[in-house]
């Protein structure tokens, strides 16, 4: 077991490494509690989070003052690399509303980082919320977001996400743009915030990008040296 002061004098994140023990039910409860607050609806089980847990090779849980469960931040890294790196993909990442803001989910980034190794060169995950999609761009090049995927590592990038993550495979992607269609079956998942004339959003809905039906982007960074930076959510 692993934690990592947060920053956040009442929070830590708790990581645990490996496909270990079957999660206990105070885990798989508080994991739910915070999907349920968080996203601001039901449609996860706890037999679905076992199962999401099981395939994690890093499970990061983020604690407060009472050692109660307030997010949740799971990894996983596939055993094929990624122009000779590895990637770490974000395979589930979820905060109370409560402690939005403070940081929390960068540190749960950076907190992998430091269990998993220097041989990360990449982290990635697929997510309809343009905050969310604006802190992996604080730690290195993003795609699609610094540069398209057209360009540079781009191609070699979302052939690898399409053969190579799930939940990237599993839907209809669009490698141009790294839109994947539908992911969330024509629904947003929470209520975060979407301003359709902002200026990500009014580029992503130019490339087709349909927020209202469910389209969420796969965003992969190629990491920069220093991933120490307070990358704030």
């Not at 509690?33 to 090779?57: L, M, N, Q």
């Not at 989910?105 to 309809?128: C, H, N, P």
């Not at 690898?160 to 992911?183: L, Q, S, W």
Request: hydrophobic share 35%; charged share 25%; proline share 3%.
């Amino acid at each position: 077991m692993h934690t990592q002061d947060s920053g956040q004098e009442s929070y830590r994140w708790e990581f645990s490494v490996g496909q270990g023990s079957a999660p206990s039910p105070e885990i798989l409860q508080g994991v739910l509690a915070v999907f349920r607050d968080g996203f601001a609806r039901e449609g996860w089980s706890e037999a679905g989070i076992a199962e999401t847990i099981a395939r994690s090779e890093v499970v990061g849980l983020l604690r407060n003052g009472e050692n109660g469960i307030d997010g949740y931040a799971f990894y996983v890294s596939p055993e094929a690399r990624l122009l000779g790196r590895e990637l770490l993909w974000e395979d589930a990442i979820c905060l109370k509303k409560k402690v939005h803001g403070r940081g929390l989910s960068g540190a749960a980034i950076r907190g992998a980082l430091g269990i998993v190794g220097e041989d990360v060169g990449w982290i990635g995950g697929r997510t309809q919320n343009p905050i969310v999609m604006k802190r992996y761009g604080r730690f290195g090049l993003a795609y699609p977001l610094d540069n398209t995927y057209g360009e540079a590592d781009g191609p070699a990038i979302a052939d690898y996400v399409a053969t190579n993550i799930e939940e990237v495979r599993e839907v209809t992607f669009d490698p141009e743009h790294g839109i994947c269609k539908n992911a969330y079956r024509g629904m947003t998942l929470g209520d975060h915030a979407w301003n359709p004339d902002g200026e990500l959003e009014s580029r992503l809905i130019a490339q087709g990008f349909d927020h209202g039906r469910g389209d969420a982007l796969c965003v992969v960074v190629k990491l920069a040296v220093d991933t120490s930076r307070d990358n704030r959510r």
